[in-house]
């Protein structure tokens, strides 16, 4: 007989899953409204896109006299929807950490909010640099609309400059929210701690890491598979707040499959990284790194021949 056909077993799972909930309480978020909500968060993304890049995602055929309605709209929206998570956010880490009450969270997230808000003309600037560097990178795109409409790795590193802004400023939970969700649609994790300047271009993308102590200068380009990286990360907790992730100076390209690993490791200004190697070492500038290639050989084959033979006979 199947469980949910039998009362007294419901009962009895019941009883033990809750008591789960008292043993394991880590796992369980019960009794409080202080928790970000991931689908507000999610939807917040989306919403300051359509700031972001008007015209594109949200309202479209929008023309020159409707924009201050319309931005100021959008706005208001933002500034409601991202004070009350950052608020509940910040009372979550206050409650988690077994302080209790919050009695500037509110204020502190009003100041969080406001100063996200005004740094939206400077994320734009910043992303017009990089849908540029993908333009410039990619003879396959034909317009910074195909950039910003298809691109995934336009789409990763639009979230990921979102979320480093809170990060900066800040807010737990909630920017690691926005670049888990980039990663989910994209398959390109960017921790929202990583450091990276104008002009960054990924190409194609999926499976691409940038570790949380990772810095990166400007006009630099990779491509899919590329992992920064720690060189270990057998000290756990213990290594938080340390450099565990490499430095990536101006001008570097990275091609497919690389990693590079270490937070003691700089790879210099204009230098290239060859696909498929494997780096625990800085690189000086304007070097190129490439693993030695096997040793291809070729042989002449004769044609195949195919017996030229009747289709057999098909019966139903």
Same mark, same amino acid.
């Given at each position: 007989? *199947?469980?949910?056909?039998?009362?007294?077993?419901?009962?009895?799972?019941?009883?033990?899953?809750?008591?789960?909930?008292?043993?394991?309480p880590a796992t369980q978020?019960?009794?409080?409204?202080?928790?970000?909500?991931?689908?507000?968060?999610?939807?917040?993304?989306?919403? =300051?896109? &359509?700031?972001?890049?008007?015209?594109?995602?949200?309202?479209?055929?929008?023309?020159?006299?409707?924009?201050?309605?319309?931005?100021?709209?959008?706005?208001?929206?933002?500034?409601?929807?991202?004070?009350?998570? !950052?608020? /509940?956010?910040?009372?979550?880490?206050?409650?988690?950490?077994?302080?209790?009450?919050?009695?500037?969270?509110?204020?502190?997230?009003?100041?969080?909010?406001?100063?996200?808000?005004?740094?939206?003309?400077?994320? /734009?600037?910043?992303?017009?640099?990089?849908?540029?560097?993908?333009?410039?990178?990619?003879?396959?795109?034909? *317009?910074?609309? &195909?950039?910003?409409?298809?691109?995934?790795?336009?789409?990763?590193?639009?979230?990921?400059?979102?979320?480093?802004?809170?990060?900066?400023?800040?807010?737990?939970?909630?920017?690691? =929210?926005?670049?888990?969700?980039?990663?989910?649609?994209?398959?390109?994790?960017?921790?929202?701690?990583?450091?990276?300047?104008?002009?960054?271009?990924?190409?194609?993308?999926?499976?691409?890491?940038?570790? &949380?102590?990772?810095?990166?200068?400007?006009?630099?380009?990779?491509?899919?598979? !590329?992992?920064?990286?720690?060189? *270990?990360?057998?000290?756990?907790? *213990?290594? /938080?707040?340390?450099?565990?992730?490499?430095? =990536?100076?101006?001008?570097?390209?990275?091609?497919?499959?690389?990693?590079?690993?270490?937070?003691?490791?700089?790879?210099?200004?204009?230098?290239?990284?060859?696909?498929?190697?494997?780096?625990?070492?800085?690189?000086?500038?304007?070097?190129r790194v490439?693993?030695?290639?096997?040793?291809?050989?070729?042989?002449? /084959?004769?044609?195949?021949?195919?017996?030229?033979?009747?289709?057999?006979?098909?019966?139903?």
């Amino acid at each position: 007989m *199947s469980i949910t056909g039998n009362k007294q077993d419901l009962a009895r799972l019941t009883d033990e899953i809750i008591d789960s909930y008292r043993r394991h309480p880590a796992t369980q978020y019960i009794g409080s409204t202080y928790l970000p909500n991931r689908e507000t968060i999610i939807s917040l993304v989306n919403t =300051i896109r &359509e700031v972001l890049f008007p015209g594109f995602f949200g309202r479209q055929n929008i023309v020159e006299s409707d924009l201050p309605f319309h931005i100021s709209s959008i706005l208001g929206t933002v500034r409601d929807m991202l004070f009350d998570q !950052v608020r /509940r956010s910040l009372r979550h880490r206050h409650q988690r950490t077994g302080k209790g009450e919050c009695p500037d969270c509110d204020a502190t997230a009003a100041a969080i909010t406001d100063e996200f808000l005004g740094s939206i003309p400077q994320l /734009r600037g910043i992303l017009a640099t990089d849908a540029q560097a993908a333009f410039d990178g990619d003879p396959a795109a034909g *317009s910074i609309d &195909e950039i910003i409409f298809c691109y995934p790795g336009y789409l990763a590193v639009t979230i990921y400059r979102i979320a480093h802004e809170l990060h900066r400023l800040g807010v737990p939970l909630i920017p690691r =929210i926005m670049t888990e969700y980039a990663h989910s649609l994209t398959g390109i994790d960017i921790h929202p701690g990583a450091e990276i300047g104008e002009y960054f271009f990924i190409d194609h993308g999926t499976g691409v890491v940038v570790g &949380e102590t990772t810095m990166i200068g400007t006009n630099v380009r990779i491509y899919q598979g !590329v992992t920064l990286g720690a060189l *270990s990360t057998r000290g756990g907790q *213990s290594l /938080r707040g340390t450099k565990r992730h490499p430095t =990536i100076q101006d001008g570097v390209l990275i091609y497919p499959n690389a990693s590079i690993l270490g937070g003691d490791t700089v790879i210099g200004q204009g230098a290239t990284i060859n696909g498929n190697v494997f780096i625990t070492q800085s690189v000086p500038p304007h070097t190129r790194v490439s693993v030695k290639h096997p040793e291809l050989q070729y042989r002449n /084959r004769p044609p195949r021949e195919f017996a030229q033979e009747a289709p057999p006979d098909f019966q139903i």
